[in-house]
């Protein structure tokens, strides 16, 4: 059984600093873990993934992530935060290279202030 | 198409009615999943097939939900009878089956409001 949960419901930051989006995961296997974007009105994209390479992972749009085992963590972050970087995020975890059991965290909305 | 295409978009259906919800997915996509979206909260998982086979309906809610992929492409999601718990987005995603990155690439969703 697997599972995401994403420590904030809503992050608020100002333009041009840093986003850091949390999130923790549980898995009985070698996971795969994703993030996710929701734009309104929009289909979910896929920012970035980890599938047991490196455990620093790039995404588009300045986007990296961490995948640390030791604290079963794999937060979203970005050096300098863009007004279309508003939107929702989510977190996902799989069964390494099974997409069939995809489980979603409940989503961080990131909010960019002017 | 270039992607997942599912309509209607958006869906109002009275207490009781039935509703059918379609997916495109991606031209030579072999996996393909439906989740559900509540307000405010993350995708649940509903189903999933492979071509025309559905390997996986644990998620599906109750009996009132039956999905189908009858030639191994386009994909029916219906609601039968449906109540107002039913309100939420349903979202459609394919996947190719080589290579398996675990990516999902999904649709914008059939907002469906039940009144």
């Known amino acids: 059984a697997q599972s995401v949960t994403q420590l904030d419901s809503h992050v608020s930051v100002s333009e041009g600093t840093p986003v850091l989006l949390r999130c923790n995961y549980s898995?009985?296997?070698?996971?795969?873990l994703f993030w996710y974007v929701q734009h309104p009105n929009k289909g979910l994209q896929l920012l970035l993934k980890?599938?047991?390479?490196?455990?620093l992972v790039k995404g588009i749009n300045g986007f990296e992530a961490e995948f640390k085992k030791s604290e079963t963590s794999f937060h979203l972050t970005k050096p300098s935060a863009h007004m279309s970087d508003a939107a929702e995020y989510f977190c996902?975890?799989?069964?390494?290279?099974?997409?069939?059991?995809?489980?979603f965290g409940a989503g961080t909305r990131l909010t960019v202030k002017p | 198409g270039a992607g997942v295409s599912q309509s209607p978009r958006y869906k109002v259906a009275k207490r009781g009615q039935d509703v059918a919800l379609r997916c495109d997915p991606i031209?030579?996509?072999?996996?393909l999943f439906w989740y559900q979206q509540a307000l405010g909260q993350g995708p649940e998982f509903l189903t999933y097939?492979?071509?025309?086979?559905?390997?996986?309906k644990s998620g599906l809610p109750s009996d009132r939900f039956f999905a189908e992929r009858p030639e191994g492409s386009v994909s029916t999601l219906k609601i039968q009878r449906t109540q107002q718990e039913d309100s939420a987005v349903y979202l459609c995603?394919?996947?190719?089956?080589?290579?398996?990155?675990?990516?999902?690439?999904f649709g914008e969703g059939s907002r469906l409001t039940v009144l």
């Open positions: 980890y599938t047991s390479a490196a455990t």
């Open positions: 898995s009985s296997y070698s996971p795969s």
């Open positions: 097939f492979q071509n025309e086979a559905q390997l996986d």
């Open positions: 996902v975890v799989s069964r390494m290279y099974n997409n069939n059991d995809m489980r």
């Open positions: 995603a394919s996947s190719p089956d080589r290579p398996n990155t675990g990516e999902l690439f």
């Open positions: 031209s030579g996509h072999v996996s």
